[in-house]
């Protein structure tokens, strides 16, 4: 099967990292010029029509009205191994991360096969929603977004998002392996890439996509001001500077707390001191009587 040593070559090659590391001509042809080309900040073409698990005609800007980030995965539903791996994968990871599918972010997947069709849309779907780990309400389904694409408009979302695919002469496809995260308004934020991916970088990237905004704890607050995306590892990685201020302004809050309290302390134990002086340590007795009559 052409497309598992194929495999072999782009997880190492999918990323511009990994790029950097494989000598070109080591490469098969088929994965020729399938270098990933990052378009951070670009949105996906408006007015994009695609097709639904039903069959329906739907626009791509309708999934991005409800203010929520999306994962993007650019795939084909008989692909033999790649892109039902990855979307396991991605599943699996999204199992781990304490944001709901449909809830909080929405995950979106594309066909770039033009001969795809619903039904084959539809089974990946259902795949997804099984594999998914949370209850199966009506808003985790509404949350998993399987479509199929004409191929001038599978073109059109590929090249905006800088996603590289080629047709093999078998029928099959060559492509890159990525997630690509995308913002509320659907500009591209993040590509990670490979088929594997920790849930705190999944996290991370929609922290990220959705500008902090679903940030639900201090946890979560803390967590996206103090790892940064590291290009030369491919991950999200602990920013020591961030670590430093951090600390830095937890010292002193409690440095000015612990002077605040010895401050009230001080004061109390004034008013008491001054309290006590002012009382007559030995009242007079009380007169027993006026006198007799």
């Known amino acids: 099967m052409p ?3 194929l495999a072999i070559a782009l997880a190492a090659s999918a990323g511009p990292r990994a790029v950097a590391q494989v000598i070109s001509t080591e490469r098969p042809e088929q994965a020729q010029g399938l270098e990933m080309v990052e378009h951070l900040g670009e949105r996906i073409p408006e007015r994009l029509m695609v097709m639904d698990h039903l069959g329906n005609a739907v626009n791509l800007d309708d999934c991005f009205t409800d203010g929520k980030p999306a994962i993007l995965v650019m795939a084909y539903y008989d692909c033999p191994l790649i892109c039902p791996t ?3 994968k991605m599943v699996k990871s999204l199992s781990a991360v304490d944001y709901t599918v449909g809830e909080d972010f929405k995950v979106i997947v594309v066909s770039f096969d033009p001969t795809n069709t619903a039904d084959m849309a539809a089974r990946a779907r259902a795949l997804a929603i099984n594999g998914y780990e949370r209850e199966t309400t009506p808003s ?4 998993f977004h399987f479509f199929t694409a004409s191929e001038g408009n599978a073109r059109r979302l590929a090249d905006a998002v800088g996603f590289a695919y080629k047709p093999l002469p078998n029928g099959e496809y060559s492509h890159a392996m990525a997630l690509m995260f995308l913002t509320p308004d659907a500009r591209v934020s993040r590509y990670l890439y490979g088929l594997a991916h920790e849930p705190r970088d999944m996290k991370l990237s929609l922290l990220e996509a959705s500008q902090g905004r679903l940030s ?3 946890g979560d607050r803390l967590l996206h001001f103090c790892f940064s995306w590291n290009p ?6 602990l920013q020591a500077m961030q670590v ?3 600390c830095g302004a937890a010292t002193m809050v409690l440095l000015f707390g612990l002077i605040g309290a010895l401050f009230i302390r001080e004061r109390i134990g ?4 001054r309290g006590s002086t002012d009382t007559p340590s030995n009242p007079a007795p009380a007169t027993a009587g006026m006198g007799q009559a």
């Open 270 to 273: 004034r008013r008491r001191a």
């Open 140 to 143: 985790v389904e509404a949350g």
């Open 244 to 246: 430093m201020k951090l």
């Open 3 to 5: 497309q598992l040593g």
């Open 216 to 218: 639900k704890s201090l």
């Open 232 to 237: 030369d590892q491919g991950a999200f990685t």
């Open 86 to 88: 990855l979307q396991e």
